[in-house]
């Protein structure tokens, strides 16, 4: 899966409900966002979702908390 495209067949053909976007902090802890399957378009997963990097240990100050968080799309399953 590379694509936008073949990432939303994937959801379609196998009835997803959410998409769930992982990933880990600097210290190696694993964190993740869940998004329902009405808010994921090509738009998002080729721009990527907003979310608060201040709230992740050890990542970013509350003065440069917005983040954002782009998915790999080779990764998909």
Avoid at 19 to 48: C, M, S, Y
């Amino acid at each position: 899966m590379s694509d936008a495209k073949t990432v939303l067949s994937l959801i379609q053909e196998n009835g997803v409900k959410y998409v769930d976007f992982r990933f880990t902090d600097p210290r190696g802890k694993w964190h993740h966002t869940a998004q329902h399957i009405v808010t994921v378009d090509e738009d998002l997963l080729n721009e990527g979702i907003m979310f608060d990097g201040s709230s992740i240990a050890g990542w970013k100050a509350i003065n440069e908390s917005d983040m954002l968080l782009k998915p790999d799309l080779s990764t998909a399953v």
